[in-house]
């Protein structure tokens, strides 16, 4: 079993940043790799990025690359994502996630088993 809990969300003004965490615990192993996804109001949950747990390839949407960057602490079972020159469309519920390891698929929700309950994020104009 593995529980995921994420903090560090808020409201921030555009152009601010803010840093997110993931505490994992339970069965993590050190090759299973770990995304973000978020979900704004009324829309699908979308993919943010993922970091490959022991290799650390990193992964990103077009939407926030270059102003986000995701990364991990293995000895703390910890996941980053620092978020800088926030605007207004990346307000959203932000999710971590475990992804599955056997998934051919690094951006699709399906891909990953287990998930946080995830942290706010409010940007206003």
């Known amino acids: 079993q593995v529980q995921l809990v994420e903090s560090g969300g808020g409201l921030v003004q555009a152009g601010g940043s803010l840093r997110l965490s993931c505490a994992a615990s339970?069965?993590?192993?050190?090759?299973?790799?770990m995304g973000w996804f978020r979900q704004a109001a009324r829309k699908e949950r979308e993919f943010v990025a993922a970091?490959?747990?022991?290799?650390?390839?990193?992964y990103y949407a077009d939407s926030v690359k270059g102003r986000f960057t995701i990364s991990r602490d293995n000895a703390k079972n910890m996941v980053y994502l620092q978020m800088n020159s926030l605007k207004p469309e990346d307000t959203a519920v932000y999710y971590c996630?475990?992804?599955?390891?056997?998934?051919?698929?690094?951006?699709?929700?399906?891909?990953?088993?287990?998930w946080g309950q995830g942290t706010q994020v409010t940007v206003s104009s």
């Open positions: 996630a475990v992804r599955r390891p056997n998934s051919n698929s690094v951006t699709s929700p399906a891909g990953y088993d287990y």
């Open positions: 339970g069965r993590i192993l050190t090759t299973y790799a």
């Open positions: 970091v490959a747990w022991s290799a650390g390839n990193t």
